[in-house]
């Protein structure tokens, strides 16, 4: 069955950077574009930005524009999100999840906690 | 951006009950919005696509109806599993935004 499996997340200090991946199985990977969604603890979701299927087009939004970039390799079916100069603002579990089109999420992943804290 | 706003934020209902969700877009989209159901700890479901197709494996319960700028959700007659936070989502223009949620309880 498809399954998206995100990893990365931890506890680092605000300012530094990381690295999110998201492996993909079950389903034609390079076909997709690919969505990062997060959510702040108790809170909403937060769309974070979408790489289209052959990853030539990229759409982020402007709290994470020149210090997250998404990222795919479609020879592994993996996807990524560097994330830099991180705060405070930025903790939050980050799903990754296959986009219709280049729509709407119609699966996700389980997620994977990252926690910004001094 | 385009703000996504859902009312009420709290819904308390029983089993058998008929309940709405609405969501209001800041501009029109159209129909490209989406519906999700998320359950504590656990990652959103897609319920609803172009604001009315029904996501296959999803219960005929829920139904979705709109354009425009005002949508809603509707759950025919509430179930237990129904119970969760329900959010929409609009795919006209970036960046996609949510609705802050409308979280379904138990009366």
């Known amino acids: 069955q498809v399954q998206l499996v995100a990893s990365g997340g931890g506890v680092v200090q605000p300012g530094t950077s990381l690295r999110l991946s998201c492996a993909a199985s079950a389903f034609s990977f390079s076909n997709n574009a690919m969505h990062w969604v997060r959510q702040a603890p108790d809170k909403g979701l937060e769309w974070v930005g979408v790489i289209s299927s052959d990853g030539s087009t990229k759409y982020a939004v402007d709290s994470v524009k020149g210090r997250f970039s998404i990222s795919r390799d479609n020879s592994k079916n993996t996807l990524d999100l560097q994330m830099k100069s991180l705060t405070t603002e930025d903790t939050a579990v980050y799903f990754c999840?296959?986009?219709?089109?280049?729509?709407?999420?119609?699966?996700w992943g389980q997620g994977t906690l990252v926690t910004v804290s001094s | 951006d385009i703000q996504m706003t859902q009312s009420p934020s709290t819904l308390s209902a029983s089993l058998g009950d008929r309940v709405t969700i609405t969501c209001r877009a800041s501009?029109?989209?159209?129909?490209?919005l989406a519906w999700y159901q998320q359950k504590p700890g656990k990652a959103p479901n897609l319920l609803i696509y172009?604001?009315?197709s029904l996501e296959s494996g999803v219960p005929l319960r829920f139904s979705g109806s709109g354009s425009g700028t005002e949508f809603t959700l509707t759950i025919s007659s509430l179930q237990p599993d129904d119970f969760a936070t329900y959010y929409c989502?609009?795919?006209?223009?970036?960046?996609?935004?949510f609705g802050q949620g409308t979280k379904l309880e138990i009366k």
């Open positions: 989502q609009q795919y006209d223009t970036y960046p996609y935004t």
């Open positions: 501009q029109r989209i159209s129909s490209w």
């Open positions: 172009r604001a009315s």
């Open positions: 999840g296959r986009g219709r089109g280049s729509g709407y999420v119609d699966f």
